[in-house]
């Protein structure tokens, strides 16, 4: 749920991998790799680089270079250039040229809280073809794109450093909002001048896909500019999802029963 303006690249993903993951708490939790360590990151489409915790660039003796500015869901602040990272995720490496911030910690079960050490941002997906299979606990590096029996398609457009793709809410036409696998909740919706961020239920479109009694946090201004809402692990989670950001698509694949 972050987005870091001038972001490094990632190269392509050549053949089928698998990597297997958690969720909990309405996270994506994977393990990184990186000097020899394991460590915890969360897969996070909302942020635009990968971005590594304070305490994790101490771990790894990592350099800490120029500022550059941090946008959250609405928070702004620094982030600082690290450009000696060298982590993989299952065996696939990650993006060099990532970012250092304040990770908070996530609650996890029994009411611990679980360290984040990392999170894996946009420029994982560019120019890859992802599938998250929330059922099976496995993400999927796919070289060739993909579209199953029954898969409703959905057009992804790039917003600065964000994928989105279009939603409407209780009727409306659609919007374009944020593909935000850091994002717990179903939908967070933009209603202009609204009074803070409200919940209610409302029927959510997600191309012929239609969902009744969506909880939806609605909000006055703008999380991200030009950017509607979130589209969040809520309602992700009910399909087999599909990121192909080379042809910018978005494939939903067989609704849990």
Same mark, same amino acid.
């Given at each position: 749920?972050?987005?870091?303006?001038?972001?490094?690249?990632?190269?392509?993903?050549?053949?089928?991998?698998?990597?297997?993951?958690?969720?909990?708490?309405?996270?994506?939790?994977?393990?990184?790799?990186?000097?020899?360590?394991?460590?915890?990151?969360?897969?996070?489409?909302?942020?635009?680089?990968?971005?590594?915790?304070?305490?994790?660039?101490?771990?790894?003796?990592?350099?800490?270079?120029?500022?550059?500015?941090?946008?959250?869901?609405?928070?702004?602040?620094?982030?600082?250039? $690290?450009? @000696?990272? #060298?982590?993989? %995720?299952? !065996?696939?490496?990650?993006? /060099?040229?990532?970012? +250092? &911030?304040?990770?908070?910690?996530?609650?996890?079960?029994?009411?611990?809280?679980?360290?984040?050490?990392?999170?894996?941002?946009?420029?994982?997906?560019?120019?890859?073809?992802?599938?998250?299979?929330?059922?099976?606990?496995?993400?999927?590096?796919?070289?060739?794109?993909?579209?199953?029996?029954?898969?409703?398609?959905?057009?992804?457009?790039?917003?600065?450093?964000?994928?989105?793709?279009?939603?409407?809410?209780?009727?409306?036409?659609?919007?374009?909002?944020?593909?935000?696998?850091?994002? $717990?909740? @179903?939908? #967070?919706?933009? %209603?202009? !001048?609204?009074?803070?961020? /409200?919940?209610?239920? +409302? &029927?959510?479109?997600?191309?012929?896909?239609?969902?009744?009694?969506?909880?939806?946090?609605?909000?006055?201004?703008?999380?991200?500019?030009?950017?509607?809402?979130?589209?969040?692990?809520?309602?992700?989670?009910?399909?087999?999802?599909?990121?192909?950001?080379?042809?910018?698509?978005?494939?939903?694949?067989?609704?849990?029963?």
């Amino acid at each position: 749920m972050l987005a870091i303006l001038l972001l490094g690249a990632c190269g392509i993903a050549a053949e089928r991998i698998e990597i297997p993951f958690q969720f909990e708490n309405g996270l994506i939790w994977v393990d990184v790799a990186a000097k020899g360590k394991k460590l915890k990151f969360v897969v996070d489409s909302g942020a635009g680089a990968t971005v590594l915790h304070f305490d994790t660039v101490r771990k790894l003796r990592l350099k800490v270079g120029e500022a550059r500015p941090l946008y959250g869901a609405g928070m702004q602040g620094v982030a600082y250039r $690290v450009t @000696d990272f #060298e982590g993989s %995720v299952g !065996g696939v490496p990650l993006s /060099r040229d990532a970012f +250092a &911030v304040p990770l908070r910690k996530v609650k996890g079960r029994g009411w611990k809280f679980r360290k984040m050490d990392g999170m894996i941002g946009q420029d994982f997906f560019r120019e890859r073809i992802v599938e998250i299979d929330y059922p099976n606990r496995r993400l999927t590096l796919l070289a060739e794109g993909r579209g199953g029996r029954g898969a409703v398609r959905l057009p992804i457009r790039r917003e600065k450093d964000a994928m989105c793709v279009p939603v409407g809410v209780d009727g409306s036409e659609p919007r374009w909002v944020r593909l935000d696998t850091g994002c $717990v909740s @179903d939908l #967070e919706w933009v %209603v202009p !001048g609204a009074a803070g961020r /409200r919940e209610r239920e +409302a &029927v959510v479109r997600l191309g012929s896909l239609r969902h009744e009694g969506v909880r939806i946090g609605s909000h006055g201004s703008p999380l991200f500019p030009n950017e509607a809402g979130l589209l969040g692990n809520g309602l992700l989670s009910h399909y087999r999802v599909t990121i192909d950001g080379r042809a910018m698509q978005l494939f939903l694949e067989k609704p849990l029963r």
